[in-house]
Every structure is written in C-alpha cells, then in structure tokens.
C-alpha cells in the first residue's frame, strides 16, 4: 500500500470531516457546561450513609442533567453544581434529596461563577497556539522546519476535529475537557515524531531511493506499533465509557475521538504534508 499515492483522497476526506465542524463552531459554538457558564452550587451534609449514584438518581427526578458534577466534600459531604436554578427549583430540589435519602444539612446554596471563565478559556487557547510555536521550532531544531510544518498542521487537525464533532453533536464541555484536548495533543504529537524519526533514520540510509518509497516505508515500519498503542488505550478508554460515572464521560469521549485521530493524522496527514514539502523544494 502507498500511503502517498493516496494522500490527495485522505486530505479530501480530512477536509470533508473538518468542515461540518468548523461550520458548526462559528453558527452553534460549544455547549458550555456549568464550569464554563456558572450555575448554582448546593453543598450538603447527610446523617445516613449516602452514595453518589442515589444522589443522581434523585437529581434525575427533577431533569437535572446526569452528567452534573457530584463531589464528595467529605464525610457523607457533597457539592452539587447544576444549571442555575430559581429559589423555588432550588428548595425543592432540597426537599427531594431529604425525602429520598434522609435527614441532610444545607452548608451551602448559592448561585456561583465559571470556574473557567472567559479570561481563563484564552489562556488556555493562548497555550495551545504557544505550545504549536515552541514544537515547531524544537522539531525545526530535531529534525528539519518541513516536518514541524507537517506535525502542527496535523495537531491542528486533531485538536479542530475533536471541537468541531462536539460543536455539531452539542456534547456538553466541561472542564476535563481542556484536559483531554492537551492530552490529545501529547498523545499526536508523540505519535507524529515516531514516524518522522523512523523517516529520518531511512533518509540516511537509503539515500538513492525517492522521497515517496521511503515516506512509505517507514510508515509500514512503525504502522504497527501505532496501531497496537491506540487499541491498547481504546479498551482502557471503552472501560472507562461504559463503566466510568456520569462525570467522565466528556473526557473519556474527547479522548477517545482523539486518540484515533491522532494515529490516523500521524499517518496519513503529517508524514504526507512533509512529502509535498519536500518534492517542491527540489
């Protein structure tokens, strides 16, 4: 197989999945969950021993999100953050949560700000676009500048993908997203130079082959271990979807989407866009 013989069609499809997304950020943007929004926050003692799923399953009686954050405080100690709720949703939802699990204090109940707020969402973008800059001169530095070119151009690809499938489903984001964004991005990254490694080392020796055969083959090289290192956090991310709470769902899932992207960038977007690069300088 040549994975540069096909590269025009792998980065038609790229852009066939790109798009929807992109158009979906700037007409729908993300659905920004509490920590990016602010909502209320109900903080509760319990005198019985209580768990986290019977919490849930009450807050489910009042169409309260599954995915709400839970957070044990303490001894029989939670803090509940939901969307914000008026005096009378609020109280009520009090009055459930005592009917159902038993004799409760009410340490808290207040209505509260982002805790990732605007200021610090374009820290973290800043970051990001500082992290890119700084790869691009180490890998300039490690390797040659067209393979920075080719391996920022393929994080960019994971990173818009994995917002812009979020953007079209309306998946709600909290705050272990930004988290498995930056996780996605080590995890391509680190894909991305294996291969550009394995290109360099066959670059020197096979000096007389075209530059084609030997993006291929060292793709073929290292195709396998980029394989089994994605199934093997797949299952352990599958595990965690299935059985994990309420709560790990967004990160598992941006994780999950990620980290398959980023081993198909690492193949056939990044090694490819170094390829076309190079054939233009000669």
Same mark, same amino acid.
């Given at each position: 197989?040549?994975?540069?013989?096909?590269?025009?069609?792998?980065?038609?499809?790229?852009?066939?999945?790109?798009?929807?997304?992109?158009?979906?950020?700037?007409?729908?943007?993300?659905?920004?969950?509490?920590?990016?929004?602010?909502? @209320?926050?109900?903080?509760?003692?319990?005198?019985?021993?209580?768990?986290?799923?019977?919490?849930?399953?009450?807050?489910?009686?009042?169409?309260?999100?599954?995915?709400?954050?839970?957070?044990?405080?303490?001894?029989?100690?939670?803090?509940?953050?939901?969307?914000?709720?008026?005096?009378?949703?609020?109280?009520?939802?009090?009055?459930?949560?005592?009917?159902?699990?038993?004799?409760?204090?009410?340490?808290?109940?207040?209505?509260?700000?982002?805790?990732?707020?605007?200021?610090?969402?374009?820290?973290?973008?800043?970051?990001?676009?500082?992290?890119? *800059?700084?790869?691009?001169?180490?890998?300039?530095?490690?390797?040659?500048?067209?393979?920075?070119?080719?391996?920022?151009?393929?994080?960019?690809?994971?990173?818009?993908?994995?917002?812009?499938? +979020?953007?079209? +489903?309306?998946?709600?984001?909290?705050?272990?997203? *930004?988290?498995?964004?930056?996780?996605?991005?080590?995890?391509?990254?680190?894909?991305?130079?294996?291969? +550009?490694?394995?290109?360099?080392?066959?670059?020197?020796?096979?000096?007389?082959?075209?530059?084609?055969?030997?993006?291929?083959?060292?793709?073929?090289?290292?195709?396998?271990?980029?394989?089994?290192?994605?199934?093997? *956090?797949?299952?352990?991310?599958?595990?965690?979807?299935?059985?994990?709470?309420?709560?790990?769902?967004?990160?598992?899932?941006?994780?999950?989407?990620?980290?398959?992207?980023?081993?198909?960038? @690492?193949?056939?977007?990044?090694?490819?866009?170094?390829?076309?690069?190079?054939?233009?300088?000669?």
């Amino acid at each position: 197989m040549s994975f540069i013989k096909i590269r025009k069609y792998v980065y038609i499809l790229s852009l066939l999945i790109l798009l929807p997304g992109v158009v979906s950020l700037f007409y729908q943007g993300l659905n920004l969950g509490i920590d990016f929004t602010g909502g @209320s926050l109900i903080h509760l003692k319990f005198e019985d021993q209580v768990k986290t799923e019977q919490i849930r399953s009450v807050l489910g009686q009042y169409d309260i999100d599954e995915g709400t954050p839970i957070q044990q405080a303490g001894n029989n100690e939670f803090i509940i953050r939901t969307a914000i709720l008026s005096d009378q949703q609020s109280n009520q939802l009090i009055q459930g949560l005592s009917d159902e699990l038993g004799e409760m204090q009410v340490l808290r109940n207040d209505e509260v700000g982002a805790v990732i707020g605007k200021e610090l969402t374009n820290k973290a973008i800043m970051a990001i676009g500082i992290a890119c *800059v700084l790869m691009l001169i180490y890998i300039t530095i490690r390797f040659e500048f067209k393979f920075g070119v080719g391996a920022v151009i393929a994080l960019l690809h994971d990173v818009f993908i994995v917002l812009g499938l +979020f953007s079209l +489903f309306q998946w709600e984001v909290d705050s272990t997203f *930004v988290a498995a964004i930056l996780t996605i991005l080590g995890y391509s990254i680190n894909d991305t130079i294996v291969v +550009f490694d394995r290109i360099r080392e066959n670059l020197k020796l096979r000096r007389k082959e075209a530059y084609d055969i030997i993006v291929d083959k060292s793709i073929l090289q290292t195709v396998n271990r980029s394989i089994n290192t994605v199934l093997t *956090v797949v299952f352990c991310l599958v595990a965690l979807l299935v059985l994990g709470g309420a709560t790990l769902k967004t990160f598992v899932l941006a994780i999950l989407i990620g980290v398959g992207i980023g081993c198909y960038s @690492s193949i056939f977007v990044a090694s490819p866009i170094w390829y076309d690069l190079k054939i233009r300088e000669n």
